[in-house]
């Protein structure tokens, strides 16, 4: 079963995009070959719900991470594999050297270049065998062994010969040419996509070295559990790290805080953290453990949407619908509310806030983390049930400025500091000149 994230959350969690340069994607996006940036898309594209699958990616993204290799190819270079090898060559031995000969003779003639475009591909592609060839031999995973067999291949005996050649004649170029783009045209491909392969576990792997990256722990969606010493938002430098526990018995976070008190990055981290995880790749958390979800649903930047004409609150009603019945199915679900109803009046806040934690709560099989500014839904919660976590994050007041040191503390915060804001920024001095 495919894991369930929709077009809102992915947008609210700047999880792809890449031409968004501060998105998770693009955060990723080192890659160097054209399939290789495919094969990224995709992976992002389709989070996996298996357990095994899930640590058998992140186990070869460690080894890469590991042995640090260097990618041998660069995008220029490599596109002229891909060009050639794209094409068809003749059926024959014969046939490709017939017409290996015509292309040279109709080059010297008539300046017709198709000669020099092919010589140009074939050269290209050795050289990249060859180099794949001496990369592999520095490997031992098992994601390689398939390219490693076929480069043993007697067939490409050659191989070393004609990478140390001076120059090819138009028998041998002929002759190769065949084998490679017929002969063994399917091997080429296999070869191809382990390239491709390599360029996204050595980028990616990379990243997460440079960033101090871990890997998560996927376990049976039986054990409802998600667990981290450190969780931190992959996209900040100098981001403060938390503690964050979630199962059955306490699988709520009713998380408060000021504005500017990083309740939106902490929740943001989360659900990056945990798509991440389903995908196998480095996560911006210590210890991580996970069960495995069917998806995962956030709403932190709901907008309006005139053409339907949906008011911004009523788009949020829709919005806590739709997560609704994904919940009621039956679903795992990870569920991120940021300042649950903010486009209405404080009175149907505070109930609607209250209603919604309270139901969706009594689901233990999903977790949830629900953000407010209206304190109070809190003191009612916690009176009655004993499955919601209470936390905020503080503000710390030197004189009239507010300071924020993004720690997660377990309580209700009662931080009220919108006017010292306002004020702070002369506002209404401003306004009274």
């Not at 031999?137 to 098992?142: S, Y």
């Not at 191989?159 to 004649?169: M, N, T, W, Y």
């Not at 969780?231 to 981001?239: E, F, I, N, S, T």
Request: with cysteine; glycine share 6%; aromatic share 10%.
């Amino acid at each position: 079963m495919s894991f369930i994230a929709d077009k809102q959350t992915l947008d609210d969690l700047s999880l792809l995009g890449k031409f968004k340069p501060h998105s998770i994607y693009s955060l990723f996006n080192k890659v160097h070959t054209a399939g290789g940036e495919r094969l990224l898309d995709e992976m992002f594209h389709q989070p996996m719900t298996d357990p095994l699958a899930i640590n058998q990616r992140s186990s070869t993204f460690r080894y890469f991470q590991d042995q640090e290799p260097t990618f041998p190819f660069r995008h220029e270079q490599f596109r002229f594999v891909e060009n050639y090898l794209g094409t068809g060559a003749a059926g024959n031995v014969i046939s490709a050297t017939t017409g290996m000969l015509r292309k040279k003779i109709m080059g010297s003639l008539l300046n017709d270049d198709q000669y020099n475009i092919l010589q140009t591909g074939l050269t290209a592609t050795i050289e990249a065998l060859y180099t794949l060839k001496g990369l592999l031999n520095t490997l031992n995973t098992p994601l390689v062994n398939v390219a490693k067999n076929i480069l043993a291949d007697k067939r490409l005996s050659w191989l070393d010969e004609a990478f140390k050649a001076p120059q090819l004649s138009v028998l041998q170029a002929a002759k190769y040419d065949h084998l490679l783009r017929h002969a063994m045209r399917d091997e080429m491909e296999t070869l191809l996509d382990t390239i491709y392969q390599l360029d996204v576990y050595i980028a990616v792997s990379t990243i997460a070295r440079e960033k101090d990256f871990s890997y998560a722990h996927a376990l049976p969606a039986e054990e409802n559990i998600f667990s981290t010493t450190a969780l931190r938002h992959p996209g900040l430098d100098k981001a403060v790290a938390n503690p964050l526990s979630l199962h059955s018995k306490e699988n709520v976070i009713f998380l408060t805080g000021a504005n500017m008190a990083g309740k939106s990055t902490l929740m943001k981290a989360f659900g990056i953290s945990v798509y991440l995880a389903h995908m196998g790749f480095p996560v911006a958390a210590i210890d991580m453990r996970f069960s495995v979800r069917d998806g995962l649903y956030s709403s932190i930047n709901v907008p309006d949407n005139l053409n339907m004409g949906y008011s911004h609150f009523y788009a949020e009603v829709l919005r806590v619908k739709k997560v609704a019945e994904e919940v009621s199915s039956g679903k795992n679900m990870i569920v991120i509310f940021d300042e649950l109803f903010k486009g209405t009046n404080v009175k149907d806040a505070y109930d609607a806030t209250l209603s919604v934690t309270a139901a969706f709560s009594k689901y233990r099989n999903c977790f949830f983390i629900i953000s407010t500014h209206i304190i109070e839904v809190g003191d009612v919660l916690k009176q009655t049930y004993d499955n919601i976590q209470f936390s905020y994050l503080p503000t710390i007041m030197e004189g009239n400025v507010p300071r924020y040191p993004y720690t997660l503390t377990e309580g209700i915060t009662s931080d009220r500091q919108g006017m010292i804001i306002i004020e702070n920024e002369k506002i209404i001095d401003l306004l009274e000149r």
